[in-house]
């Protein structure tokens, strides 16, 4: 019995990078999520033109337009379920969501952070971890809840800090790490291999045929 692919939704706000390794996963008719949907915060961003180019269907909702945090949030509640998504992957999206927002897409919203979380919430997260003479860094794909930058945590990848790193250096080998584990974790969790457990995501025995799946290794 073929299994439906999860509706899925990817939100943005600019270029797109871990939204197009995303896209790429989801061409397989194997992958156990659809990407339904693209949706911009902003108009004209350029992850919206290449969304298109890939034959996805794209929305923007301006939050400038909106008057406050909830109408906005709202309009982009309707786009969605108006469109029958049932995951929502965040990639790029600069927007701090409500609680209500949060608790309406409770354990369907994913976010990636380029940390290793629980470490280096917020922003400038390379330069904190050199400035802090990290030995491994790198990014964490967790479940959404209201706290920024926090909830169970799906996938991680790290790679080594070197001595002569630069903040974009850094931010080049992690985000080849991005790449890598967010469309793992979003397969985990489309396919219902990964099981919330309070702030432990638990995956199911005979998930992945790598005896590491999670991790992906400096290199």
């Known amino acids: ?36 949907l693209v949706v911009s915060n902003v108009p004209g961003a350029p992850a919206l033109d290449k969304a298109a180019a890939a034959g996805i269907a794209t929305a923007t909702v301006d939050h400038r337009a909106h008057a406050g945090r909830r109408a906005f949030e709202e309009a982009l509640d309707t786009v969605l379920r108006d469109k029958g998504v049932e995951l929502v992957c965040l990639a790029g999206f600069m927007r701090l969501l409500t609680p209500w927002f949060v ?88 396919s219902g291999a990964a099981q919330i457990d309070g702030m432990r995501v638990r995956i199911r025995d005979g998930a992945s045929t790598s005896p590491d799946p999670l991790l992906v290794p400096a290199g």
């Open 1 to 36: 019995m073929t299994i439906p692919r999860k509706r899925t939704a990817i939100l943005v706000s600019g270029r797109g990078s871990n939204m197009t390794a995303l896209l790429s996963a989801a061409a397989d008719p194997a992958y156990p999520a659809e990407i339904a």
């Open 103 to 190: 608790e309406r897409w409770h354990d369907r919203l994913l976010n990636i952070h380029p940390a290793l979380l629980p470490a280096f919430k917020g922003l400038d997260t390379h330069a904190r971890a050199l400035a802090e003479g990290c030995k491994i860094h790198g990014a964490t794909v967790h479940v959404v809840r209201a706290e920024m930058d926090a909830g169970p945590i799906v996938a991680q990848g790290a790679v080594a800090v070197l001595d002569g790193d630069t903040e974009d250096t850094l931010a080049a080998r992690v985000l080849a790490v991005e790449h890598a584990i967010y469309p793992r974790a979003l397969a985990l969790v489309a």
